[in-house]
């Protein structure tokens, strides 16, 4: 089969486009033929060598979405999607014609999503789903989420179907316009001092959670937290370190809850599928649009679109 590989890390020259043999089910597994892969940010580091455990050589690739082709009888010929920590670090990921994994880390694709589309929401979704989870939002949670991108409007639809009151905050005046006109209410961030009385200005007392998707706003939120707040933080500087007003978040008895999709093997990703997927099918979340649809061949010059800062939403097709 045709997959990008590679077997060293440190710069994308080691990414190739090469034939490699086609993987084989064994028991309890399924073999899927990959209908369409996305592209993350973190599968253009994974080939950068910013995670030191990816064992090499290796096939990249988290999401996908395609027809399983060989397994346990029931399963065969369905439609199905899945993404996880496993795939394109500890065993061969999504970015070729098929992908091996256990059976029960897939999950019944939603009717309503094209294979392209189903492929693109693997990462930012169960991301989105276990922030929501682990920082208890419920109906009527006061939620802000900090950031324009596909994690935090994914957290927004999915914190609206479960009936909390959601505020967006974004930076670039086009993510502002682009969040209220998917119909949220939205911030225009400026000065991190003053997110505290902007956040106020809304939510009386401050949100109960604030989910900040960009890693740069962690010290700014705890003024703009009620009592016994929440936040959830995906991202962190490029250091890995901030200046926590502890004293302040200590007399609001806050919490902050990190958030990391890498936690979570293709079986409970598969499981947050399951939860969530029904929602499309429902018409209770957006249909993903602006997929940039690209031939698995030239998957390498797309990853070194992304790394170069395309916010593009790639999806690769074998």
Not at 69 to 79: C, F, K
Not at 262 to 272: H, I, P, R, S, T
Not at 279 to 295: A, I, K, M, N
Request: net charge negative; with cysteine; aromatic share 8%.
């Amino acid at each position: 089969m045709k997959a990008l590989q590679f077997d060293k890390t440190g710069d994308l020259s080691s990414l190739r486009y090469v034939e490699v043999p086609t993987p084989v089910a064994g028991a309890n597994e399924v073999l899927v033929q990959i209908k369409a892969a996305g592209l993350n940010p973190s599968d253009v580091k994974n080939v950068l060598g910013r995670f030191p455990y990816t064992t090499l050589p290796r096939i990249p690739g988290r999401d996908f979405a395609g027809v399983v082709v060989g397994g346990p009888q029931a399963l065969i010929g369905q439609e199905v999607w899945g993404t996880g920590r496993d795939l394109g670090f500890f065993a061969d990921g999504s970015h070729a014609q098929f992908v091996k994994l256990p059976a029960n880390g897939v999950a019944l694709k939603p009717t309503h999503l094209s294979f392209a589309q189903a492929a693109s929401l693997g990462v930012p979704y169960t991301t989105a789903w276990d922030a929501l989870e682990r920082s208890l939002v419920t109906s009527g949670t006061r939620l802000l989420v900090i950031g324009g991108g596909a994690v935090g409007s994914a957290a927004l639809a999915l914190a609206k179907i479960r009936g909390a009151q959601v505020l967006a905050a974004a930076r670039r005046v086009e993510q502002v316009k682009e969040l209220q006109a998917q119909g949220f209410e939205t911030l225009q961030l400026d000065k991190p001092e003053d997110l505290g009385a902007q956040v106020n200005a809304v939510y009386a007392g401050g949100a109960d959670v604030i989910f900040d998707t960009t890693g740069f706003w962690l010290p700014a939120s705890v003024p703009a937290l009620a009592p016994f707040g929440r936040i959830a933080i995906i991202a962190a500087p490029v250091d890995g370190l901030v200046q926590l007003p502890a004293l302040a978040l200590y007399r609001k008895g806050g919490s902050v809850v990190g958030i990391n999709s890498l936690l979570y093997g293709v079986q409970a990703c598969a499981a947050m599928l399951d939860q969530f997927g029904q929602f499309f099918d429902q018409d209770l979340l957006p249909l993903p649009e602006g997929l940039v649809e690209s031939p698995l061949a030239e998957g390498v010059e797309r990853y070194a679109e992304v790394n170069q800062g395309s916010g593009d939403k790639v999806i690769l097709l074998p």
